[in-house]
């Protein structure tokens, strides 16, 4: 609806996780550099936390686009699952067909397939997003996979990704082998508010904003002071607050309109 009227190609906060909106700042570059590291190195196991919305899975996704090549990945968004299922889930991420096979047999599938991808000089690469989410069980069903190793590498490196949770989880003297084996941990912190004036730039001029609009520096002052500066929170807030200004036929968004964004966003207009 404002996107005529503020000369923009698409809409510049949409909160899917679009690796080209990915704004590096210095930590998310951090994060990034370690993950690929972590990959790269044959680490075995990677862990990257962060709060709801902090740009993990956007981070995991510009990952991605870089391990093509020889590079073999497979991806888990919900793993709420039991163990079957989720050893299933990841032969099917790697294009095995294990319909009607037991765990055991679904396992030597996918150790077949990684030892096949070594003979093709290829390496394996298993990503776990929401990973606070995993029982006990499935946490040791992971670590039994990463068992999977000839006598100079691993078969497959694993990248566990979730909220703060996972670090706590992580910590239980029962999982303490699993600990044991991540050697490369990053924690993604929330935008600071000088990143978040450069963050919501950065969109703008991705999605072909020329100049307009323009925050002014009491809005973004109160986006950092609602948002925590966390980027998902952003998003919500400046497309509520680019809309309040193609309502109002304004460029400049102020401290109000922010607030009037904030007052939708939390239900409250017309209450």
């Known amino acids: 609806m ?9 809409a510049p906060f949409d909160i899917t996780p679009n690796p080209r909106f990915l704004f590096y700042s210095a930590k998310h570059r951090e994060a990034y ?22 740009g993990k899975t956007t981070l995991c996704r510009a990952m991605l686009e870089q391990l093509t090549g020889n590079f073999s990945t497979a991806l888990i968004l919900n793993p709420i699952l039991n163990p079957d299922e989720l ?15 037991d765990r055991l047999d679904t396992v030597a599938a996918i150790n077949n397939f990684l030892l096949w991808q070594v003979e093709q000089g290829r390496d394996a690469v298993l990503i776990i997003d929401e990973a606070q989410n995993l029982t006990e069980q499935l946490l040791e069903q992971v670590r039994m996979l990463s068992n999977l190793e000839m006598d100079n590498r691993k078969l497959l490196q694993i990248v566990l990704m979730g909220q703060p949770e996972l670090r706590d989880r992580l910590n239980q003297p029962s999982l303490r082998q699993l600990r044991q084996r991540i050697t490369v941990r990053y924690h993604l912190s929330p ?60 460029e400049e968004l102020d401290y109000r309109v922010i607030g009037k964004a904030i007052q939708e966003l939390e239900g409250e207009v017309g209450a």
């Open 191 to 250: 935008l600071n508010q000088s990143e978040i004036s450069q963050y919501i730039q950065h969109r703008l001029e991705v999605s072909g904003a020329k100049g307009v609009p323009r925050f002014t520096r009491p809005a973004l002052w109160r986006i950092h002071h609602y948002t925590g500066g966390i980027p998902r929170l952003v998003n919500a807030i400046c497309d509520k607050a680019l809309l309040a200004g193609y309502v109002n036929q304004t």
């Open 87 to 101: 050893m299933k889930a990841i032969a099917t991420e790697f294009g095995l067909d294990v319909k009607g096979l």
């Open 33 to 54: 550099n370690h993950l690929l590291y972590g990959i790269r190195e044959r680490k075995g196991f990677v862990q990257l936390t962060g709060e709801v919305g902090a």
């Open 2 to 10: 404002y996107l005529e009227y503020y000369g923009l190609t698409e």
